[in-house]
């Protein structure tokens, strides 16, 4: 792997810090022409409170439903395909049941410029009641929640029977079923799911959960299927659902057609019809973006915003939404010997990454700010920076004493490992997957660098199959030598479906960094398991905010160094573009799409 971080980053001035300074390589150069000149902070105002109307770059977000008219086919490529569409026979997410199932409840999307709080509205179920002990939940269905119309469910109303059913079938063979059900861990949550009628569900609970209502609408869960799914039709291959889309194709490794569903219970799609064609290649995507035949893009390196936007000045570049992308982590192997089990080398290690410097490259913070387009930089925490309404900012006193441990200082870092008995260089492995796209491939070789800096670790890299690095590192609970860079982090959804897929060492299934509740990780796991349990609003935050400042003081994992708002880009035809939010960008089919619409008074 070349070494990029030396090869393309430029000096940054001004409030970003020097890092490396052997100058910008081909694609460094090239965006920075494009853009118009050196990396300063003299030609632009910048900061999150300006309106990047001095750049003349940006267009309107706004809310256009009020002229909205269906009609019009979008192209929605794909880098990947799925493995089948059976959201309980896949491995890894939920195939692309969002697409076609209901689920109980669902996120309710945030308007610009506003983040989603994780709340919900009914879904298929047109209303619940939580009991006040938290332990029993009772979903009435709704009257009008019509299956597919063809065979073999014909547009029947899905019931009760159809709701136990999914469970029955979740509980067989969902990749998180042990997350879900008592039976299978007694750190579960549901106890018992009955029908007393064809509308109504009860679910019983083992004990109350925090902000359980918002698991019905998480895709790790529960989707309502109809029985006709066992053996009416092939649900890896088909769906007969009640969401907003229907599967008209799927081809393997060709892609996915899909048509509105006229009687879906909410507001149906603009769009008549979804094509989502498989094209792994990010250039070629790219050129039939450019082209026009592609609406939006996802998946745009943030070097690469503005330089497609000179390249094609029609298209629209719009501002998003702060992101609350949970933060993936750097985890460390903990094995008896480790010099990681003590936390003063764990706190070194954090305080040799240089997050200003980190967010300011990999999110083209300066260059965005020359441009007078607005930027907004923050630090994660253990928590994703701007996590509502948890986050903590380590630049900022609420973090407490923990902050210290976020700043860039090698002097101090150097001091932590003599006192911890260190003084040669810790030598060991850096194990990253073979799978990471080449943007994370950069994000890691950067890193690595970072911890080499001051001569107090050496640090190869060990590129290991995707395969058996999910296995031996992703869940490998610290059972090995070295450190894991970009392990990822726990999902979307409630912050404690983050907090326990990656730091409750008493989750099933086992995906936490650690097997054991080592000594100095005692009051960690408290405070975990107390949050869960804590159905109190305010009284869980304060755990929250508690437990967050117990991560930074311990540093199990050290959080990836931070994110910015940014920006995307979408023909100006893809109509209500970045005007919602969906809590989850897997869930945002039947969340935030049904609202794109054709604008055909722009088309290409």
């Known amino acids: 792997m070349g070494n990029y971080w030396r090869k393309t980053l430029t000096a940054r001035v001004g409030r970003r810090r020097l890092l490396a300074s052997t100058g910008a390589g081909a694609l460094?150069?090239?965006?920075?022409?494009?853009?118009g000149g050196d990396d300063d902070e003299s030609g632009g105002s910048g900061g999150s409170g300006d309106t990047g109307a001095t750049s003349g770059l940006l267009a309107k977000v706004e809310d256009t439903?009020?002229?909205a008219k269906p009609g019009g086919n979008w192209v929605n490529p794909l880098a990947s395909d799925v493995l089948n569409m059976d959201p309980y026979g896949v491995t890894i997410g939920s195939a692309h049941a969002p697409w076609g199932y209901s689920r109980m409840v669902i996120y309710k999307p945030a308007a610009y410029p506003e983040t989603p709080q994780g709340e919900v509205v009914p879904d298929g179920a047109e209303s619940y009641e939580i009991s006040p002990d938290g332990l029993t939940f009772t979903f009435k269905l709704r009257g009008n929640l019509k299956l597919d119309p063809r065979p073999p469910t014909s547009g029947r109303l899905l019931n009760a029977q159809d709701v136990l059913f999914s469970s029955e079938k979740f509980k067989a063979g969902g990749?998180?079923?042990?997350?879900?059900?008592n039976a299978l861990s007694p750190n579960s949550p549901i106890a018992s799911v009955a029908a007393p009628d064809a509308r109504t569900v009860v679910y019983k609970m083992a004990f109350p959960m925090a902000n359980m209502i918002s698991r019905f609408a998480f895709q790790?869960?529960?989707?309502?299927m109809p029985v006709e799914a066992d053996g009416g039709f092939d649900p890896k291959a088909e769906m007969r659902g009640s969401a907003a889309w229907r599967l008209d194709k799927w081809e393997p490794s060709v892609g996915m057609k899909y048509s509105r569903n006229d009687t879906w219970h909410l507001k149906p799609t603009f769009y008549n019809t979804l094509e989502q064609p498989i094209v792994s290649e990010y250039a070629q995507r790219r050129a039939q973006f450019t082209a026009g035949n592609v609406a939006a893009l996802e998946g745009i390196p943030a070097e690469e915003i503005l330089p497609i936007k000179a390249e094609q000045p029609k298209i629209g570049l719009y501002a998003n939404s702060f992101p609350d992308a949970r933060p993936a982590m750097i985890s460390f192997g903990l094995q008896e010997g480790s010099p990681f089990l003590d936390t003063r080398v764990r706190r070194a290690v954090s305080m040799l990454v240089d997050r200003e410097t980190f967010v300011d490259v990999f999110f083209n913070v300066s260059v965005y700010e020359k441009e007078?387009?607005?930027?907004?930089?923050?630090?994660?925490?253990?928590?994703?920076?701007g996590e509502p309404p948890y986050w903590l900012d380590p630049k900022g006193k609420d973090l407490g004493e923990g902050a210290q441990y976020f700043q860039l200082n090698q002097a101090e870092a150097k001091k932590l490992m003599t006192a911890a008995g260190l003084t040669a260089p810790v030598?060991?492995?850096?194990?990253?997957?073979?799978g990471s796209t080449q943007a994370a491939l950069r994000q890691q070789e950067a890193l690595q660098e970072m911890l080499q800096q001051g001569g107090m670790f050496k640090l190869p890299i060990n590129s290991v199959p995707t395969n058996e690095f999910n296995v031996k590192y992703f869940n490998g609970g610290g059972l090995y030598d070295g450190v894991t860079l970009n392990n990822g982090p726990g999902v979307s959804g409630d912050i404690d479906n983050h907090i326990t897929v990656r730091f409750n060492v008493k989750a099933a299934p086992p995906q936490?960094?650690?097997?054991?509740?080592?000594?100095?990780?005692?009051k960690t796991q408290s405070l975990i398991e107390a949050q869960r349990l804590?159905?109190?609003?305010?009284?869980?935050?304060?755990i929250l905010t508690d437990l967050q400042k117990e991560m930074a003081l311990q540093m199990p994992a050290v959080p990836w160094p931070g994110i910015a708002s940014g920006f995307s880009l979408a023909w100006p035809y893809h109509a209500n573009f970045n005007a919602f939010t969906a809590k989850s960008t897997i869930t945002a089919p039947s969340e935030t799409w049904p609202g794109f619409w054709y604008d055909e008074s722009k088309k290409v």
């Open 28 to 35: 460094g150069a090239a965006f920075l022409a494009a853009c």
């Open 427 to 434: 030598e060991l492995p850096a194990h990253i997957s073979a």
């Open 175 to 181: 990749v998180s079923r042990g997350e879900w059900f």
């Open 534 to 542: 804590e159905l109190d609003a305010a009284k869980r935050k304060t």
């Open 512 to 522: 936490c960094l650690f097997r054991v509740v080592h000594p100095w990780y005692t």
């Open 372 to 385: 007078g387009l607005p930027v907004e930089s923050r630090w994660h925490s253990h928590f994703a920076a």
């Open 220 to 224: 790790r869960y529960q989707w309502l």
């Open 65 to 67: 439903t009020s002229k």
